[in-house]
């Protein structure tokens, strides 16, 4: 028995490389992972450890539907620090089970079926899946790969009808590493403004920048924070994915819907996990930047080594940590070469298809994995490449 709305929601198409690559490990093959989106880092311990001390402590029911008052505070509190914008920690903020279930619990609780939201192309995979789910209408906008994945405001202005009502912004971007000027965000921020849009900024990648790339949230630019809901989470640059720990900031008038909506769907994500983001958000950061600089080590190596690879070409991957390389002068589609480096270099990357229209004729290859594998990755396409 399926629901014509589940009929809808394709098989996530990352997580089918991962089950093909895991199917060929099975049979004794080595594979080197480059299709996953997660740090290859634990948890800092002094984190783990915080969250280990809040079950001992008894930390074991129900929180608050919206999070516990401190973990709350501490995003706020972050919130004010690094980018002077003032949030209630009472009302403008609910912790999520990861951004997965803010984006979702975003536009079904905002949206209403046959409104339009514009989305990113290439994008995470989510987004129009949650807007589908809703009856909402995805409009693509292009990330142009000649401008390092920049979007183009005229284009995005093009793309507002009268049934428009929000714009997804995705930065650092999965899949491209593409970070947004702030001439472009100063730019649809006039948009949103003159359109009256809400924007949904997803800014899971944030700390995962690199210089002389700097993150701007778009809450912060003049007259937006009364129109843009942040969706940030400890996934990424906490190496916490398995905690689903995400949270949604806005003004109250979006956060009682998507509050309702939340205590429905899940009452309150983990206890004893929001404990250990109290401790990954007020506590020391050292672990969490270390991790950053290796991935920029790493960045800077699979960007030069994958563009000396005949019929390869990347731009250079701002934040995030991930490399989109166009595959096209080799004759293949993202499909085809993916499969090929599958099945002959013994490298799992995701076509880029999945991505959407722009991400034909790409490959998504997450450097989230160390540089020796990623060294032999390398290798090993080169000579199925020839
Ligand atoms: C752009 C983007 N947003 C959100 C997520 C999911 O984050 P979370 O683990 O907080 O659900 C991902 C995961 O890959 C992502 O790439």
Excluded at 119 to 148: F, G, H, M, Q
Excluded at 187 to 209: G, N, P, R, T, W
Aim: aromatic letters at 10%; a negative charge; one cysteine or more.
């Amino acid at each position: 028995m399926e629901s014509i709305k589940a009929q809808r929601i394709p098989y996530s198409g990352i997580r089918t490389v991962f089950d093909m690559a895991k199917k060929m490990e099975s049979k004794g093959q080595t594979i080197i992972h480059l299709e996953i989106g997660k740090p290859d880092f634990d948890t800092p311990a002094h984190i783990v450890e915080a969250a280990v001390e809040a079950l001992r402590a008894g930390k074991h029911h129900y929180s608050q539907n919206a999070g516990i008052p401190e973990l709350r505070q501490a995003i706020t509190d972050k919130y004010a620090e690094e980018y002077q914008l003032e949030y209630s920690p009472k009302s403008d903020v609910v912790v999520t089970n990861g951004v997965a279930e803010g984006v979702y619990v975003a536009i079904h609780a905002l949206l209403d079926p046959g409104d339009q939201i514009l989305i990113p192309d290439p994008r995470w995979v989510n987004y129009d899946v949650d807007a589908i789910s809703n009856d909402v209408e995805p409009v693509d906008y292009t990330l142009y790969e000649d401008r390092n994945y920049q979007p183009d405001p005229d284009d995005i202005a093009d793309k507002i009808t009268p049934k428009t009502r929000m714009i997804l912004l995705a930065s650092p971007s999965n899949p491209t590493g593409g970070v947004n000027s702030l001439a472009v965000l100063e730019k649809i921020a006039q948009l949103a403004q003159e359109h009256d849009l809400v924007i949904l900024s997803d800014e899971i990648y944030e700390k995962i920048i690199y210089p002389p790339a700097e993150h701007v949230t778009i809450a912060s630019l003049e007259g937006m924070k009364e129109r843009t809901l942040i969706l940030n989470g400890l996934s990424k640059f906490y190496s916490m994915t398995g905690w689903r720990l995400g949270y949604v900031l806005g003004e109250e008038k979006y956060l009682n819907p998507i509050l309702r909506y939340h205590q429905y769907m899940v009452t309150s994500t983990n206890t004893f996990a929001q404990w250990g983001a109290v401790t990954a958000l007020k506590g020391d950061q050292g672990p969490a930047y270390a991790m950053v600089e290796e991935f920029c080590r790493r960045r800077d190596y699979i960007y030069e080594a994958i563009n000396q690879i005949p019929g390869f070409s990347s731009a250079e991957p701002q934040g995030a940590f991930y490399l989109f390389p166009s595959v096209k002068e080799t004759g293949m589609d993202g499909y085809q070469m993916s499969k090929m480096l599958l099945e002959k270099a013994s490298v799992a990357t995701v076509p880029g298809e999945y991505f959407g229209k722009n991400g034909a004729g790409h490959i998504r290859i997450s450097y989230a994995n160390s540089l020796e594998n990623l060294k032999a990755a390398v290798a090993n396409i080169k000579a199925c490449i020839g």
